[in-house]
């Protein structure tokens, strides 16, 4: 077995009726929160009128900053580290997708770091330091991860760059992954979350920066999605396959937390810094089919083993043909799902595609790929997926 290692600081709570441990989780490391979530319409009424009730009941001051959008920007966190600054916040609460967490995550920082939290990036000199206020993420997707994860991702739109920073200080102390908070998420944006799910198991599964603990995990989460996912876009009021998605989402957010993803989700982040309307899991699954023919033959084994968790017909084929085999496979699941997108889908121009292509490989992630791109092989994937 190859060395490895193998890092989680998060307490997990997770099951249903968890959120009730809110107050609690919160009480234990600060004593003065800033409550951070999207915008209060009447479909989050109730749960942030509940939120808020166990943080009074824990008897935890508390103010509310509901300005997170979808690819949060560096504006937003400006806004929330600034009334984090006013209320003087210790802790910082994160409650619903990833958008939420992450927006939580990089006003831990700003609130307390000179500058912005863009001045603190994965690559800059500059890093999070132990001022860093800590974070409690309250899940309400199955899809980013984020709430097990030490990464928060935010848009620049300025400079038409989607990025991310990544500490082990952004790890939250505490994540609440309760289903039922779940069962109102529409249909579509289950489906568009869900594919994360799998995008984050399967690219670190194929990462050669994997592990057996990471690959354990990574095949199980797969599985769930398998199973569940195409019930719970159907019936989002299915309790067990919430519960089943809940789990394959934290176990695939404890996948990359520690392996990191590949190519598609560096394409992906630079189709969401350029086009803000497409959401993350959009952007994955328009270059995923490109991407699996691009691939396959360097890693066939790994492709083989997705493609038989998916179709049980695959247990006779072995080798290379297996693993082209499972490309179909994986196409025809994302169909299912309703996630066979192309970028003219998206309103990708089609004559941008060249400085997306650019754009693309900003991020180190498509040097984890089993196959790593070039420039014009990332043009051609672009091209196919138009």
Same mark, same amino acid.
């Given at each position: 077995?190859? @060395?490895?290692?193998?890092?989680?600081?998060?307490?997990?709570?997770?099951?249903?009726?968890?959120?009730?441990?809110?107050?609690?989780?919160?009480?234990?490391?600060?004593?003065?929160? /800033?409550?951070?979530?999207?915008?209060?319409?009447?479909?989050?009424?109730?749960?942030?009128?509940?939120?808020?009730?166990?943080?009074?009941?824990?008897?935890?001051?508390?103010?509310?900053?509901?300005?997170? #959008? &979808?690819?949060?920007?560096?504006?937003?966190?400006?806004?929330?580290?600034?009334?984090?600054?006013?209320?003087?916040?210790?802790?910082?609460?994160?409650?619903?997708?990833?958008?939420? #967490?992450?927006?939580?995550?990089?006003?831990?920082?700003?609130?307390?770091?000179?500058?912005?939290?863009?001045?603190?990036?994965?690559?800059?000199?500059?890093?999070?330091?132990?001022?860093?206020?800590?974070?409690?993420?309250?899940?309400?997707?199955?899809?980013?991860?984020?709430?097990?994860?030490?990464?928060?991702?935010?848009?620049?739109?300025?400079?038409?760059?989607?990025?991310?920073? &990544?500490?082990?200080?952004?790890?939250?102390?505490?994540?609440?992954?309760?289903?039922?908070?779940?069962? &109102?998420? @529409?249909?579509?944006?289950?489906?568009?979350?869900?594919?994360?799910?799998?995008?984050?198991?399967?690219?670190?599964?194929?990462?050669?920066?994997?592990?057996?603990?990471?690959? /354990?995990?990574? %095949?199980?989460?797969?599985?769930?999605?398998?199973?569940?996912?195409?019930?719970?876009?159907?019936?989002?009021?299915?309790?067990?396959?919430?519960?089943? #998605?809940?789990?394959a989402d934290t176990l695939?957010?404890?996948?990359?937390?520690?392996?990191?993803?590949?190519?598609?989700?560096?394409?992906?982040?630079?189709?969401?810094?350029?086009?803000?309307?497409?959401?993350?899991?959009?952007?994955?699954?328009?270059?995923?089919?490109?991407?699996?023919?691009?691939?396959?033959?360097?890693?066939?084994?790994?492709?083989?083993?997705?493609?038989?968790? %998916?179709?049980?017909?695959?247990?006779?084929?072995?080798?290379?043909?297996?693993?082209?085999?499972?490309?179909?496979?994986?196409?025809?699941? #994302?169909?299912?799902?309703?996630?066979?997108?192309?970028?003219?889908? %998206?309103?990708?121009?089609?004559?941008?595609?060249?400085?997306?292509?650019?754009?693309?490989?900003? %991020?180190?992630?498509?040097?984890?790929? @089993?196959k790593v791109a070039t420039?014009?092989?990332?043009?051609?994937?672009?091209?196919?997926?138009?």
């Amino acid at each position: 077995m190859k @060395p490895f290692n193998y890092h989680q600081p998060t307490e997990i709570r997770f099951g249903r009726g968890r959120v009730a441990d809110i107050g609690p989780a919160v009480a234990r490391i600060g004593s003065r929160c /800033l409550l951070v979530t999207v915008l209060e319409t009447p479909e989050f009424g109730e749960l942030f009128g509940r939120v808020r009730r166990l943080l009074t009941e824990a008897k935890i001051p508390f103010v509310h900053f509901d300005g997170v #959008m &979808s690819n949060p920007t560096c504006e937003v966190v400006t806004s929330g580290a600034r009334i984090a600054r006013d209320f003087k916040a210790d802790i910082v609460l994160g409650v619903g997708g990833g958008s939420s #967490m992450d927006t939580a995550k990089a006003i831990a920082v700003e609130a307390t770091h000179p500058g912005t939290a863009w001045d603190y990036l994965f690559f800059r000199e500059s890093q999070p330091t132990g001022k860093t206020l800590p974070i409690i993420a309250v899940t309400t997707t199955s899809g980013t991860g984020s709430h097990v994860t030490q990464v928060a991702v935010i848009t620049n739109p300025g400079e038409k760059n989607k990025s991310a920073l &990544s500490h082990p200080l952004l790890y939250p102390r505490t994540s609440i992954v309760d289903p039922e908070l779940m069962r &109102s998420v @529409p249909g579509r944006v289950t489906a568009t979350t869900g594919f994360d799910v799998f995008a984050h198991a399967f690219e670190s599964f194929i990462n050669p920066n994997g592990s057996p603990y990471t690959d /354990l995990m990574a %095949l199980e989460a797969l599985a769930i999605v398998a199973k569940h996912l195409p019930t719970a876009v159907k019936d989002g009021t299915n309790l067990e396959a919430r519960e089943h #998605m809940a789990w394959a989402d934290t176990l695939a957010g404890l996948c990359i937390a520690n392996s990191g993803v590949t190519l598609p989700h560096g394409i992906g982040m630079a189709i969401g810094g350029l086009y803000p309307h497409v959401a993350h899991g959009e952007a994955l699954a328009v270059v995923y089919p490109a991407v699996l023919r691009y691939s396959f033959r360097a890693a066939p084994a790994k492709f083989a083993a997705v493609g038989r968790i %998916l179709d049980k017909r695959l247990a006779g084929e072995t080798g290379l043909k297996a693993a082209e085999m499972s490309c179909g496979t994986i196409e025809r699941f #994302m169909k299912k799902i309703g996630m066979d997108l192309k970028l003219r889908d %998206l309103h990708v121009p089609e004559d941008e595609l060249a400085a997306l292509a650019i754009q693309s490989l900003v %991020l180190p992630d498509y040097r984890n790929h @089993p196959k790593v791109a070039t420039l014009d092989e990332v043009v051609r994937i672009l091209g196919e997926s138009h």
